[in-house]
DNA sequence: AAGGTTGTTCGATGAATATCGAATGACCAT
DNA sequence: ATGGTCATTCGATATTCATCGAACAACCTT
């Protein structure tokens, strides 16, 4: 494990990597679970798979420039890439406003 | 051939399929080229691709709800489904302001 | 009917992806 | 140091995907 991780810088992400990385509906929950702007502690997000896969999806998200991971004692913080609003304008926005998974349509009472 | 193309009800169609769809760049670019709201021949789309990956895309885009397809004698024309957008208001205009190949539909095309 | 044009379908193939369990590495507490 | 917690990496596997050429089907023209 490196105490430091690798970020793409956001001007070499490319459109079609970040709607790639929003294509899965794990990773998808993810995202709209930060999309408050709040940190999250690596294991906030109860989801139904293996720890080795969702290591995967945080790298995938990561590599796609979408969130960042620091490191805090034997921790890891994820946090949504505030400079990918200045590379995509509005998409996170509109993504996040359609997708099931938002917390909003959670208390709004979802099925 | 079919006369008639399987088209999903829009209802049924995920958020996380049409970003899928979307995050291959020649799909993405064929959109972009649908954009202006025209229809298109199946074969105005010069792609550097074989005609059997460009039907794959196609059905691929026609799955995900993004397209319709016609028969017209022996042609084929694409369009992009109208109802896509009271599915996911605004989704296809913030994807599309944000992808790269706007450009060149602009140069051709013009707004 | 015979032939040409236009997409689709059918294998086949190599690359990418999602998933897991096990092993490993980094860090903290004792 | 020793052990525990947390996340990553490593193999392995099954699935999906992009791509091609070949064969086929639908349609129009002659």
Do not use: N
């Amino acid at each position: 494990m490196q105490e430091h991780y690798a970020h793409p810088e956001m001007k070499t992400v490319q459109l079609a990597d970040v709607l790639h990385a929003l294509s899965d509906p794990l990773r998808l929950r993810i995202v709209a679970a930060l999309a408050t702007g709040d940190e999250r502690g690596w294991g906030d997000f109860d989801a139904p798979v293996a720890p080795s896969t969702l290591s995967h999806h945080m790298k995938v998200l990561r590599q796609a420039g979408l969130v960042t991971h620091r490191r805090e004692g034997t921790r890891c913080i994820v946090a949504l890439r505030p400079e990918l609003e200045a590379r995509f304008p509005g998409l996170l926005d509109t993504v996040l406003r359609l997708a099931p998974e938002r917390a909003a349509a959670d208390r709004t009472g979802g099925e």
